[in-house]
């Protein structure tokens, strides 16, 4: 049963396990305490904030752990921009972050502060001059991630680094899918990880804010990890935590190359052997272990149970897949196609045999899909070119819009226009993506009695 | 090494241990995920929830699994405020709640909002009457623990439950000490507790809110744990949280009749065996495992290493004892003596023999350390009666202004009086414990130029 989905969580590592378990036997006890136990748990504690601070690339002093990536990042967004509330009330953050960041963001301004999202481009990355522009004499925080979560994009954090440097803005940058690869290039404020992503137990992020950045812990204080993170240290998971972000970073170089070539495999054959697919994110400029397409005319949650029925398992940013109904907000930046969308993120040791069989399985599933929703099998037919033409999607959910508008955009004339009509969030992002796909003009959208109006020109 | 500080952290329970191995393997992945490994994690969530909830007395839908109990209480603190703003923005509790209680409520200060502190009397009970008359119109939450975590006392939790929603205002029970011995009485609102000190993992807390309960979660927002706990589920933890819950409960009543017959032994030796020591908390309404007594003329933290030294792991609400410098809130509540505290908690399959050494040893342990001190080692001698005499103790720490007052108080007419002059805070509160002890009248305390002169009238 191949699992594709160490972006989400990776399967514990060895190192992880084992560390865990020793410290069950020798860290249950208060490292705050003066006996022999709490004495032995306080050494496990200072020998894993060292190990995760080498990793890091910063001083033990400067590295918390909190209860996950999503509280690191929590407490780090709110604990800088309260330390700069001198300064002003504005955050830059990309369109692309983690949700952590954006709920933590929305909180801000819920709460009178402003905020500021930077676009990417079609790969996923911003652009530094972008960024820069979005930095304001008030700007108190700028948010970067390293890499992306679901197109696996690396994002020009050094570059970033450098203007914010210049402005005099802290840059906090989220780690969390690179973090296990590689350090940060130098230049970041603060910085957080998540360690079930690198193959850690659940329960420990990491926070670190570089001495010199103003920061003033949020919330109830505490005496625990400096303040910074309260409640009772989660010592045995801590401990694996580090011991295992050590091993990963041991074997990262030789496992990248691998799982990068893996990865190659995985966008060339995609490409090639499914019909009507768009494989996003940077091809070069990526994380090792991560790839993302989506299929034309096919949704994104029947996709991922046929792949688990065939025991492969996957993520989707499509809507409809478990309890959201609207397309990835990283999908819906970079301006793909979010329908039939199936991230795929190998664990470390991943088969190349796995790999093989999953790209066998693959074209055959989405094929099935399709002939299942009624989509086009190949080039639509032709007959008789008619007039403009509208097509009533109401009601129906993604990616039934766009299957329709593939019927019958050959059988409008060259230069006519199909209307689609349709209320589902997720048309107004793949009927665009589909034109620019299929080379035909979108032209825009208009509000309807239900729904909008999607208008799109025959091109060819 | 017997280790008697179970209310800091109590070992990991055979069952947790079990199930959380079990755990690693089985529910790693992410629970919101559609394939298999996200179904089987689901599952394992599910039924942690119901096992946890059925323990704690409420429905699965009312609980959430947070990341430590202080997690827990500052969640449901702040959740319960916001929730009940339009009614006001009163907060009461007991001045002898744990810091997790205490920081929320002085973070609610900050903010603008107000507390009202309960006294407890000398056994460290709220008095019923007292909290209803500190509940006013604009209460919006109350706060309560079960029982108390320095001196095991038990609160009348029913009858404060009872008057809150007479008053109708919501309670919210802390049972982080109390939980693994059974569930708290029906009344609560909101109720909090901490896995690891049931014998579960660290990384785990439980909020429950009951239906009905007007509740507001604050900070920024998540998918996750009904929107109560941001972060990925601790799921292996959960698991073991929930499983060594049941299990501590099967065990609870034939290990509490068993600890608390240990506890009464360690509460009558140690009044019996160790001159000028005051056993402090509620004999009889208490935790069944829990015992706390201060020793005059003692420091905290040289009797912790002294007995450390002979293999004992015991805590101390005295000051000077780890990073804090001022004596436990909870022992100044109640008015009691704070230098030479010990509290001795015993774990779940505490041996009888190991009490009966620490019986042994610990009388000369304190004889030996009120030695080193210069302490008065029986009656203090008797020359002839002089004068009012002035102490002078300034920049001495606790114990040696008690100390100094013990040697001339003997020394001076019946009726006549000692002036303590000191500036070490212990002093405060352990000169009155004293003379209720010795049967001295406490005259009270002055200004003076550096720190404050207490005085002290000599009865007999």
């Known amino acids: 049963m191949p699992y594709f989905d160490a972006a989400s ?20 006890a208060d490292p705050a305490r003066l006996y022999r136990e709490g004495r032995r748990a306080r050494l496990l504690l200072d020998a894993a904030r060292e190990a995760a601070a080498e990793a890091v690339g910063c001083r033990p002093d400067e590295l918390v752990f909190t209860s996950s990536g999503t509280t690191a990042v929590h407490a780090g967004i709110a604990g800088a921009l309260s330390g700069r509330r001198r300064v002003g009330r504005h955050l830059a953050h990309s369109a692309v972050e983690h949700s952590s960041v954006l709920h933590a963001a929305a909180a801000h301004e819920a709460a009178g502060g402003s905020c500021t999202e930077v676009p990417v481009d079609r ?19 700028a948010c970067l991630q390293s890499a992306n979560h679901e197109v696996g994009t690396e994002q020009p954090v050094a570059e970033v680094a450098a203007l914010c440097a210049g402005a005099g803005v802290p840059l906090l940058v989220d780690a969390a899918q690179s973090l296990g690869w590689g350090p940060v290039p130098a230049g970041w404020s603060l910085l957080t990880a998540s360690a079930h992503k690198w193959g850690g137990p659940a329960g420990v992020g990491l926070l670190a804010v570089r001495k010199g ?46 799982l990068r070539a893996l990865v ?13 697919v768009e494989v996003v994110g940077d091809p070069v400029r990526r994380l090792p272990h991560l790839v993302t397409f989506s299929c ?25 897949t478990s309890s959201t109904l609207t397309p990835s907000h990283v999908l819906k930046a970079m301006g793909v196609l979010s329908e039939g969308n199936v991230r795929v993120s190998l664990p470390r040791g991943t088969a190349g045999a796995d790999v093989d069989r999953f790209l066998e399985v693959l074209p055959g599933v989405v094929a099935e899909v399709r002939e299942r929703l009624g989509a086009p099998v ?12 509208v097509v009533d999607a109401l009601g129906r959910r993604c990616p039934i819009p766009v299957i329709e508008l593939a019927k019958v955009i050959g059988e409008v004339a060259v230069g006519a226009t199909v209307t689609v009509l349709a209320d589902d969030e997720a048309a107004r992002l793949d009927i665009p993506a589909w034109c620019e796909m299929r080379g035909q003009e979108y032209v825009g959208e208009e509000p309807a009695d239900r729904g909008s109006a999607y208008v799109v020109r025959r091109l060819g």
């Open 264 to 276: 190659d495999r995985i966008r060339s054959v995609v490409a090639e052997r499914v019909p009507d």
């Open 378 to 389: 190949s080039a639509p037919p032709s007959p008789a070119p008619a007039a403009s033409r």
């Open 9 to 28: 969580a990776a399967p514990l590592h060895p190192v992880a396990r084992q560390a865990l378990l020793a410290a069950l036997d020798e860290g249950w």
């Open 296 to 320: 034309l005319y096919v949704d994104g949650e029947t996709l991922l149970h046929e792949l688990d029925r065939k025991e492969f398992s996957v993520s989707s940013g499509s809507s409809c």
């Open 213 to 258: 950045t103003r920061f003033s812990p949020q919330g109830p204080g505490g005496e625990r990890e400096a303040g910074r993170a309260p409640g009772f240290e989660n010592l045995p998971a801590i401990v694996a935590a580090a011991a295992s972000l050590r091993a990963v970073r041991g074997e990262a170089a030789a496992e990248a190359v691998r």
């Open 123 to 141: 790969s996923g990355a911003v652009d530094p001059a972008a960024y820069a522009a979005a930095l304001r004499a008030d700007t108190a925080l």
